[in-house]
């Protein structure tokens, strides 16, 4: 729903008229697009996903592993964020972990509190090298063998062809999954990449699929018909007009990892040759009482995303007698959070800020996949309205060469430039 972003126009000026103006080149967009997908090429392929992933090869990959109590995921970036925000936003009772960051102090408090021979360990990385992942794979994997477990037996791979991941599947013979081609790692979640995570916790992965399928059949070339679309290109031209920032703000604490997908999204893709929109989290209602003060009197430099499931289920709250609380009695936790989000978009709106609502029907597996797909796509659009290149990361690529290198894993340039650096102290 875009009418506040309409409704907020005399202060950034992006009216209806500019929109039907950008549209013309929406369709050029979709046109391209469109060739690169049909061309296989690098990242438009992830636009392809919901018809070339094979749920029922993940499942059948993945169903030695009956009856888990919890699964570790270990990878980083766009190898956990998009299993995190499935796993992290639907029911399990499959506990599941994530082990992206090399924090000591984080990866021994987690393996203290696990019991491993009741744990799937699923270990991703497209390249296969990255440094984080390797490292704390090769923890857990001593802290399994420690306790006696058959890590071999309990480990699982998602890896592409060649690295040091791969090797070390074939060497031990563990099961494994291909990184499809042409997907980037924070494209991946509705591959093998997002998805093992999702059917070892039990979840419906087909109609993760085909909610994403819907939203791949609405992509138009009019920002009009397509809801993707019009969030990217709208959000690319409230940026070129001075939003450089883009709050996204689910009123659902299932939807809390969505936003660091979407930040990792919007970020690394989008943020090229001095361009790109900020991406921040917010949380409602929580985070009505901090950062909302900001967005609302701050900069006038951000489009706030409000994103909510439209059924849910619901807690009633109890009557009571207590002065000036009745009226609270007789309601539920529900309706006192749609009315935290109303609020909110009327106060936005009074202030000049613009927002745009995203509603799915549930937080569910169809849900999930209707938003994590237009959320690429509206990427895809954005980037292509931008003209900057999607779908590489020369600055993330830059650091993980220079962390190896530091090391000691090989010898490249970027670790000289950090060993180079003046200190001033
Ligand atoms: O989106 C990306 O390309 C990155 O965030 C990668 O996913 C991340 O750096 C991890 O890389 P890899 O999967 O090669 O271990």
Not at 102 to 130: F, H, I, M, Q, Y
Request: with cysteine; proline share 4%.
């Amino acid at each position: 729903d875009l009418g506040n972003v309409l409704d907020t126009a005399s202060v950034h000026g992006l009216s209806r008229e500019s929109l039907e103006r950008l549209d013309e080149r929406v369709a050029a967009a979709h046109d391209r697009i469109q060739q690169g997908r049909a061309d296989s090429e690098h990242g438009y392929e992830a636009l392809n996903l919901p018809s070339r992933t094979d749920p029922a090869a993940i499942r059948d990959a993945v169903s030695r592993f009956d009856d888990p109590e919890a699964i570790v995921t270990v990878g980083i970036g766009g190898s956990a964020l998009g299993a995190a925000t499935l796993t992290d936003a639907l029911d399990s009772d499959v506990d599941a972990y994530y082990l992206d960051n090399v924090d000591p102090e984080a990866v021994e408090s987690l393996l203290d509190d696990l019991d491993l021979s009741k744990t799937v360990v699923n270990v991703v990385s497209r390249s296969g090298t990255t440094a984080e992942t390797l490292a704390n794979f090769l923890v857990v994997r001593e802290e399994m063998a420690d306790a006696g477990v058959d890590w071999a037996d309990r480990t699982f791979v998602t890896t592409g062809e060649e690295g040091n991941l791969r090797d070390l599947a074939e060497k031990h013979d563990l099961p494994s999954l291909p990184v499809p081609d042409g997907v980037p790692g924070r494209f991946s979640v509705l591959s093998t990449v997002g998805l093992a995570a999702a059917a070892i916790c039990g979840h419906d992965i087909e109609a993760l699929l085909s909610g994403a399928a819907a939203q791949e059949a609405r992509l138009s070339d009019s920002l009009f018909d397509s809801p993707a679309y019009a969030y990217g290109a709208v959000s690319y031209a409230l940026a070129e007009r001075g939003m450089s920032a883009n709050a996204m703000m689910p009123y659902a604490e299932s939807l809390e990892t969505f936003s660091e997908w979407f930040a990792q999204l919007w970020a690394e893709s989008l943020g090229k040759d001095g361009l790109g929109q900020t991406p921040l989290r917010a949380l409602g209602a929580t985070d009505q009482h901090s950062q909302l003060q900001l967005y609302r009197a701050g900069p006038n430099d951000k489009l706030v995303t409000l994103v909510r499931a439209t059924e849910r289920d619901d807690v009633a709250i109890p009557e009571t007698d207590l002065d000036g609380l009745a009226y609270l009695g007789g309601s539920s936790l529900g309706d006192l959070l749609d009315a935290e989000f109303e609020a909110t978009e009327a106060s936005l709106v009074a202030a000049g800020r613009p927002n745009v609502r995203i509603e799915i029907d549930r937080v569910d597996e169809y849900g999930l996949g209707e938003l994590l797909y237009a959320m690429e796509a509206a990427c895809v659009m954005y980037g292509e309205l931008a003209s900057v290149d999607t779908f590489v990361q020369p600055a993330v690529e830059w650091g993980k060469r220079a962390a190896r290198g530091l090391l000691g894993g090989g010898d490249f340039e970027e670790a000289d430039a950090v060993a180079d650096k003046e200190e001033l102290v």
